[in-house]
């Protein structure tokens, strides 16, 4: 099984492996040029080298601050010259084009907004997501849209209208993802649940599949994003919900391979919200509640075909884990920042940890994804407390901390040697 990387190009999806070593530095140049999804084009929540600020302090080298139109968690994406966010505006979904000195370019609304229910959530939960020529964004409303650079609409869908009523305790926050040819979505609620696929360019739907499961009560609500791998020589969907984690062909979405077994005590209210991670052959799974002290985390073997859950789990550990926030991938480890704060560097050949150190203590959660550039860890707690920590030469070492003065739920994100952070007013760029 090998990594597919997704690189924005006018022309195609490029797709690159990472096991091969054949990545030119030509190639890896652009393809840490843009971060075209929440994740980044690797989606791994990190970049490999660079050199990126010491502290993203508003008193000291804050480079420009925008005023978002309204409140949204999405993380921000940017491709090329464009910086792209979602927000509501005048209370209708909406995506916000930038350059990267944050002046605004445009601003295109799409229908009326569906307010979050959590204190941190809200209607603009899923991040855009582009492969450069169009911008594809998903909104709670159920508004699919292709946006075109210029904030013209290519089309746009109403998921909800056209599937029926989402059944989710929380908000949605799955995003969009993209194959050479279509947008990926997937919804994991209680009810039937699916992955479906839509033709880029025309918005026509083109297949749909089932994917439901028996789980204990809230076990089938999924919040996480599906990862684009190479499966067995084709590229290949990996979706996990409903305590499963399943790969299905980009062509026609059959399932190909599942496994199961993640929540072994048939445990109650843990929907899925982390992200995984997949390194060479193995994929990281989060599960359990970590923010309730019940963490379980898994590696598992991507090979095989049909039901692997009794043969390809191949470590499992239930001292260390996340609930929200999803892991980060760099130089081969994996790091985690956990719900309350920990910090957890660990080999996911076979899950044994290199190091854990735990940030201040804190009332306040982790919600945001950490992201890895140049060998810094950039993380954000919910009451806008953001931390820069060097992890070089396998070590942790505080490097800065700073207070933003607003809530902080978005992932932060690369931006040529700067940094951005969404918080829940403003749009935040650090560095020079």
């Not at 890896?28 to 490999?48: K, M, P, T, V």
């Not at 508003?58 to 005023?67: G, I, S, V």
């Not at 295109?108 to 899923?126: D, I, L, M, V």
């Not at 290949?236 to 499963?244: D, I, K, N, P």
Request: proline residues 5%.
């Amino acid at each position: 099984m090998r990594r597919i990387l997704l690189m924005p190009s006018t022309l195609s999806v490029l797709l690159l492996s990472l096991t091969t070593g054949n990545v030119s530095a030509q190639e890896r140049e652009q393809a840490n040029a843009d971060w075209h999804s929440w994740r980044g084009s690797q989606s791994s929540g990190s970049l490999e080298g660079g050199d990126f600020p010491t502290e993203l302090n508003p008193e000291q080298n804050l480079a420009w601050k925008f005023e978002l139109p309204g409140k949204g968690c999405s993380t921000p994406i940017v491709v090329g010259d464009s910086i792209y966010i979602t927000a509501p505006a005048d209370g209708q979904d909406a995506l916000v084009c930038l350059d990267r000195n944050g002046q605004q370019q445009w601003l295109t609304k799409f229908s009326e907004q569906e307010q979050g229910k959590h204190r941190n959530g809200s209607g603009s939960n899923a991040s855009p997501v582009s492969d450069g020529d169009a911008v594809f964004s998903y909104f709670k409303s159920g508004t699919l849209v292709a946006v075109e650079k210029d904030g013209s609409i290519r089309w746009q869908d109403n998921l909800v209208e056209r599937f029926g009523k989402v059944e989710l305790y929380w908000d949605h926050g799955t995003s969009p993802i993209l194959t050479d040819k279509y947008v990926v979505m997937v919804r994991m609620h209680a009810g039937d649940s699916w992955v479906a696929a839509f033709d880029k360019l025309s918005g026509d739907l083109v297949w749909k599949v089932d994917r439901n499961y028996e789980t204990p009560r809230e076990g089938d609500q999924g919040y996480a994003t599906p990862v684009l791998i190479e499966f067995q020589g084709k590229p290949a969907v990996l979706v996990y919900g409903a305590e499963h984690l399943t790969i299905h062909d980009v062509a026609d979405g059959k399932m190909l391979w599942q496994c199961g077994g993640f929540n072994p005590d048939k445990t109650d209210l843990w929907p899925t919200i982390a992200m995984p991670v997949v390194v060479d052959d193995v994929a990281v799974v989060a599960a359990g509640r970590n923010d309730r002290r019940e963490p379980l985390l898994y590696g598992v073997k991507l090979d095989g075909s049909g039901d692997v859950s009794e043969t390809n789990v191949i470590w499992n550990r239930d001292d260390i884990g996340t609930f929200v926030p999803s892991p980060a991938v760099w130089e081969g480890h994996v790091y985690l920042v956990r719900d309350r704060g920990e910090v957890e560097c660990f080999n996911p050949a076979d899950g044994t940890s290199v190091w854990r150190e735990t940030l201040p203590k804190h009332r306040s959660n982790y919600y945001a994804s950490p992201l890895i550039a140049g060998g810094l860890l950039y993380c954000a707690r919910e009451d806008g407390t953001v931390f820069v920590i060097d992890i070089r030469d396998r070590k942790f070492n505080v490097l800065a901390e700073a207070e933003l003065e607003e809530s902080v739920i978005g992932s932060a994100v690369p931006l040529g040697k700067q940094v951005l952070v969404r918080g829940e007013n403003h749009l935040f760029c650090f560095g020079e």
